[in-house]
């Protein structure tokens, strides 16, 4: 199983971007879903996870201060594909964005790297003018 993480690019400060996140042949809705990045010489750190939705009415959502209010996790169940929409983009959030799950349902903070049992291919996201 490995998940797909896509939708990188360049942009410029202030702008936006919306990373998709998939999984064929794998289904996602029970699991909580987090995005990790790593920028050049750091360590990957946690961004944003959602729990499962599955036998509730909405998923929780938890952020790390650094993208709180204005990044913006979601799921779509029907479509299997979890996304994180980035706006008011500044350069320190360029990095490589990875999606992961320690399948679980429920989210544990941001998630851990540690934690992590499933990760995809992660999708290049540059924040320059």
């Known amino acids: 199983v490995q998940l797909q993480a896509s939708g990188g690019g360049t942009v410029q400060p202030g702008g936006s971007l919306t990373l998709s996140c998939e999984a064929p042949g794998f289904t996602l809705d029970y699991y909580a879903m987090s995005w990790f990045r790593q920028a050049p010489g750091k360590e990957r750190e946690g961004v944003s996870c959602i729990s499962s939705n599955i036998g509730s009415t909405d998923s929780s959502t938890y952020y790390a201060d650094s993208v709180k209010g204005r990044f913006t996790i979601s799921r779509d169940n029907a479509k299997n594909t979890v996304y994180l929409r980035m706006d008011s983009l500044k350069p320190e959030d360029t990095a490589v964005y990875y999606c992961?799950?320690?399948?679980?349902?429920?989210?544990?903070?941001?998630?851990?790297?540690?934690?992590?049992?499933?990760w995809g291919k992660g999708t290049q996201v540059t924040v320059s003018s």
């Open positions: 992961a799950t320690d399948t679980l349902s429920n989210c544990r903070g941001v998630g851990r790297t540690h934690d992590m049992e499933i």
